[in-house]
């Protein structure tokens, strides 16, 4: 194999349809932002791969399960904690799943759909992410508004309007230290956890129904239906996959056998790490609301929040910690994480747009485009329902989420099972069972909530007759559509083998050896490297 002057080995890529190698390097310079991992086994490496999980696991603890959280917490107590345990042990699956289609293939999941699809499917595909990320953004754009509503008592709806500004200048302030940026977010965000955390020591909730709530499956009422789907569309979203995909193309890892199943196994224990402090951040915003709004001690006036209780006004749930400086943390660590989950929502665009389309937009255009399809919804709901409208919608986009899930999902379970793609680091057999078991339970309880509620909208709702039979026809026709979608999805076999893969064969491991024993790295990507942060010169070796 041929190496570069500096002695570093060139890149590799397959050409055609078989696994021969050339020995055009895949590109010409290392001034991208990456981090190289040594040829060698150590749990020093690990370190090499922190990063995308934690960045991915922002979208975890943003403003929308927040909301979610708040309302299934005041209104079903400890009940709906369940969701947030299964939701999270799926997330970790699905997500080390998303990293371990980039590790092994080079490519994410938006390239992978572009070209394994035909155009129409990938083009109905396409936009099904961008109404994902559109929808996910909602929460955001409300959560910064309602922020700035306690934080400078400005009203929603222009906070609304503001919130089309406030990426921009963060993604503006990226240029000068995007890791000291990063640190801040995270240190307000979970200057939020802990203040949930010590009133857990206030609240006290009973740690025999939090338990039972936690292992116990139980959801009672259609309404409780509607916020579990909720707190499945805020945990587990879409776009996610297509971004923890596309964010381990910028690590540049050894292609031997030994390297991926490496990267793989770290990038699965970084995403645990991640995720499970993820998920102690939400149950204990469920408990802190479930044990403050059910309390016999709770004043009228608070009572009265949460029957209807949404972030503009939970900050009273913090007020044995926090006195007279609730509302004010609180608003602060909710811009931070409207803010935060925003970032990463932008990168996920441009990977999606740059995956199904290959165009790509400069990030501050990107994110421009997407807050003004967010801002329009947010600002009519907002100045016809106010504050508690704009709750809602909250809740409404993160079902949207939980609906949109499939089209991610089946493709990437379909890529990851695949050996055609995979090569011999394809989904065991019981992997397999398992995802698509959790990706059927998401599917069967989306389709049953959507029916029985259109069901009673139309007998319930107090339409004529013909109002009826039109709805009707069109409500079903819609659902038969949404359900062939994903029959298409999951049938469909694929037929586009990868461009990279590890050696999997005793004969090409032989030709390696033979060629000095030179490391076969990786493409780390520059594409992908740049679209997530700004460029710096060097690289950064981990030792």
């Not at 690990?46 to 708040?70: H, K, R």
């Not at 001690?297 to 029957?307: M, T, W, Y």
């Not at 929502?345 to 255009?365: H, I, S």
Request: aromatic letters at 10%.
């Amino acid at each position: 194999m041929a190496t570069s002057a500096t002695g570093q080995p060139q890149f590799i890529a397959s050409t055609g349809g078989n696994r021969s190698f050339s020995n055009a390097p895949l590109i010409k310079n290392e001034d991208a932002d990456q981090i190289v991992v040594p040829d060698k086994t150590s749990w020093k490496n690990l370190f090499a791969y922190i990063g995308p999980g934690f960045l991915v696991s922002i979208a975890y603890i943003d403003p929308g399960n927040f909301e979610t959280d708040l309302q299934s917490g005041a209104q079903y107590k400890y009940e709906l904690l369940w969701i947030i345990l299964v939701a999270s042990c799926a997330a970790l699956i699905i997500q080390s799943l998303a990293a371990n289609l980039g590790v092994v293939t080079g490519k994410h999941l938006a390239e992978h759909c572009r070209n394994e699809y035909p155009k129409v499917p990938n083009f109905i595909l396409w936009v099904l992410a961008e109404i994902a990320i559109v929808a996910c953004d909602i929460p955001e754009v409300i959560g910064t508004a309602f922020a700035l509503n306690m934080l400078f008592k400005i009203p929603v709806w222009i906070g609304v309007l503001l919130t089309g500004f406030s990426t921009l200048i963060l993604l503006a302030l990226q240029q000068y230290g995007v890791r000291k940026l990063e640190f801040l977010i995270a240190f307000l965000v979970f200057t939020m956890a802990g203040c949930f955390f010590a009133e857990l020591g206030y609240a006290k909730p009973e740690a025999k129904e939090v338990l039972h709530g936690l292992f116990v499956p139980q959801l009672k009422g259609n309404g409780a239906t509607g916020l579990a789907i909720s707190l499945l569309g805020a945990m587990v979203m879409p776009h996610n996959l297509f971004l923890h995909s596309a964010l381990v193309l910028s690590r540049k890892i050894p292609r031997s056998v030994r390297s991926i199943k490496e990267a793989c196994r770290f990038y699965m224990i970084e995403s645990g790490f991640a995720l499970a402090v993820a998920f102690l951040i939400n149950v204990s915003v469920i408990s802190v609301s479930g044990a403050v709004c059910s309390s016999s001690n709770i004043n009228p006036e608070d009572q009265a929040s949460c029957k209807d209780l949404d972030l503009n006004k939970a900050s009273f749930l913090l007020r044995n910690v926090l006195g007279s400086w609730s509302s004010k943390l609180f608003a602060i660590a909710l811009l931070a994480s409207g803010q935060s989950s925003t970032i990463t929502g932008t990168y996920a665009g441009q990977y999606v747009m740059q995956g199904f389309l290959d165009l790509r937009l400069k990030p501050w255009l990107r994110n421009f485009l997407t807050r003004c399809l967010a801002i329009v919804p947010s600002l009519i709901v907002a100045l016809i329902g106010g504050s508690a409208g704009a709750g809602q919608l909250i809740i409404i986009a993160s079902m949207i989420l939980s609906f949109e899930l499939p089209f991610a999902l089946v493709p990437l379970l379909k890529f990851t099972s695949s050996k055609v793609k995979m090569g011999m680091h394809a989904n065991s057999i019981a992997i397999t069972a398992i995802t698509w078991i959790i990706g059927s339970l998401i599917m069967i309880i989306n389709v049953y909530y959507l029916a029985t509620s259109f069901i009673k909208f139309l007998f319930h709702g107090n339409l004529k007759l013909v109002e009826v039979v039109f709805l009707g026809i069109f409500g079903f026709s819609a659902m038969a559509v949404y359900l062939a979608g994903v029959a298409y999805l999951v049938l469909r076999k694929n037929k586009e083998a990868s461009h990279l893969l590890a050696l999997t064969t005793h004969e090409n491991q032989h030709s390696t050896n033979e060629s000095g024993n030179a490391s076969l790295y990786s493409l780390p990507r520059e594409d992908i490297a740049s679209m997530q942060l700004p460029s710096r010169s060097g690289t950064v070796d981990i030792d």
